[in-house]
């Protein structure tokens, strides 16, 4: 019995052992594969292969590793700062609709009433050139369409300097009246009647009167015309 016990232990001790050493003479063997396979490469392919295995034991050394969670950490920042910029981008898409549709009644109102045949149409905004918006639009006359610049029918041909002016003071008393801190402001009007009729003259001296009326109501701001 006591043999017995001894032989079944000599197995398991021998049996991992005769494993291993299967496994040594196979490494072995392709060690000795891999040499052999050296010595027939070109000494360029070989310094090629070694500095390859270098990259890549650097990629995963200490210092590559922070280097690449310090830029993970980078894009992850990015991509929340773009994130907030779209957003508030949208916010501020959103106060320019509601604005420029305000400057496009009051524009076109304006207008009517200073007796011009034309109007402004499709008023809208873009960001082209730079993180500020910009506004744009059309100028309708007689039902017809006008380029602001560029064709033979254009803004600069089409519009005289009294509907240009009447236009631009239009633009100007608009922006004025929707400027929520009007109340302490001072607003300077420089010669508004130049180049304008009779009755556009009499229609500027209407709007500027409803700025001296509101100027004497309130104490905080003033209006100061020159002509």
Known sequence: MLADRCTALLDAINDPLDGFNVSVTIANARIAEFREQLGQLPVAQL????NELNERQKRFSTEVIALIESCEQAK?????????????????????????????????????NFGARFSIR????????????????????????????????????SLSEGD???????????????????????????????????????????????FMMAAGSSSSWRTICTF
């Not at 310094?47 to 070694?50: K, P, S």
């Not at 009755?199 to 001296?205: I, V």
């Open 47 to 50: 310094r090629a292969r070694l």
């Open 164 to 210: 240009k002016r009447t236009l631009a003071f239009a633009f100007f008393i608009a922006v004025v009246v929707s400027d929520p801190g009007l109340q302490n402001k001072i607003v300077v009007i420089d010669d508004p009647m130049c180049s304008l009729d009779k009755h556009r003259r009499t229609q500027t001296l209407s709007v500027l009167k409803k």
């Open 122 to 157: 499709e008023i809208s905004y873009n960001y082209s050139g730079g993180g500020e918006p910009k506004s744009e639009y059309a100028i309708e006359l007689r039902g017809e369409k006008l380029a602001l610049s560029g064709e033979a029918s254009s803004f600069r041909t």
């Open 76 to 112: 992850a920042a990015e991509k929340l700062a773009l994130d907030e910029k779209e957003a508030r981008r949208e916010a501020l898409s959103a106060i320019m609709r509601n604005t420029l549709g305000q400057y496009e009644q009051t524009i076109n109102k304006l207008l009517i």
